[in-house]
Structures are given as structure tokens and as C-alpha cells.
């Protein structure tokens, strides 16, 4: 019913940038019954929990972890129901598969979180 889509990651080489994107689609999205709450980005490294990175509320207020502050940044197009992540300043502990998640609202349903299937940043030299 929705789907989350990401694009954008790669291998960059340390200090480098990507811009990762994330997009909802479905045959639900364009009704006026949906709409999304919070939007994130979290990130999993091998053998490590999934992690927060950053989330922006409808609004547009962000938060960030600590350990991305002041070299990535998350915004989203409420009308093309995209979430974007900026990263700068990449180090080699920003490898990771990175995902999208929304907080979705259809109707009089409970809100719900969905998530994208993930793409992979390797920041190497």
C-alpha cells in the first residue's frame, strides 16, 4: 500500500559527500487521507543495532545524532513526499546501510512507520 524507495548511496572516499533520497509511492499517497508525520533516516554497520541519524517532523524541526551533527543535514518536500539526507564530511565510520521511515497517517487509522529496504554507504579510500 506504501512504499518507501531510496536512492543515492555509494562508495565515496573519506571527507567526501552523497545525498541520499528517499521517496513514498503507492496508490494511496495521492489520496487525501494520507499523510506523513516524522520522517528519518536511521543506519545499521555490521554487527551494530540500528541507529537514529536524523528525523524532521512535518513542520520541518530536525533533530540529529551527535555524532552527525554539523555534517549532515535532513529536509523533505511535503508535496512530492520526499525526505532527503546531505551528508558532508564523510568518515569511514559513516559506513553503513541507511534507511528510510516514515510515520504514515491514512484516514482514521492508527498512525503506522514504514520502511524503505535500505542502501548502502561505504566510506573507504
Known amino acids: 500500500q506504501v512504499q518507501l524507495v531510496e536512492s543515492g548511496g555509494g562508495l565515496v572516499q573519506p571527507g567526501g559527500s552523497l545525498r541520499l533520497s528517499c521517496a513514498a509511492s503507492?496508490?494511496?499517497?495521492?489520496?487525501?487521507?494520507?499523510?506523513?508525520?516524522?520522517m528519518g533516516w536511521y543506519r545499521q554497520a555490521p554487527g551494530k543495532q540500528r541507529e537514529l541519524v536524523a528525523a524532521?517532523?512535518?513542520?520541518?524541526?530536525?533533530n540529529y545524532a551527535d555524532s552527525v551533527k554539523g555534517r549532515f543535514t535532513i529536509s523533505r518536500d511535503n508535496a512530492k513526499k520526499m525526505v532527503y539526507l546531505q551528508m558532508n564530511s564523510l568518515k569511514p565510520e559513516d559506513t553503513a546501510v541507511y534507511y528510510c521511515?516514515?510515520?504514515?497517517?491514512?484516514?482514521?487509522?492508527?498512525?503506522?512507520?514504514?520502511w524503505g529496504q535500505g542502501t548502502q554507504v561505504t566510506v573507504s579510500s
Open positions: 524532521i517532523t512535518s513542520g520541518g524541526s530536525t
Open positions: 521511515n516514515a510515520n504514515v497517517k491514512i484516514g482514521v487509522l492508527a498512525p503506522n512507520n514504514y
Open positions: 503507492g496508490s494511496i499517497v495521492s489520496s487525501s487521507i494520507f499523510s506523513i508525520n516524522a
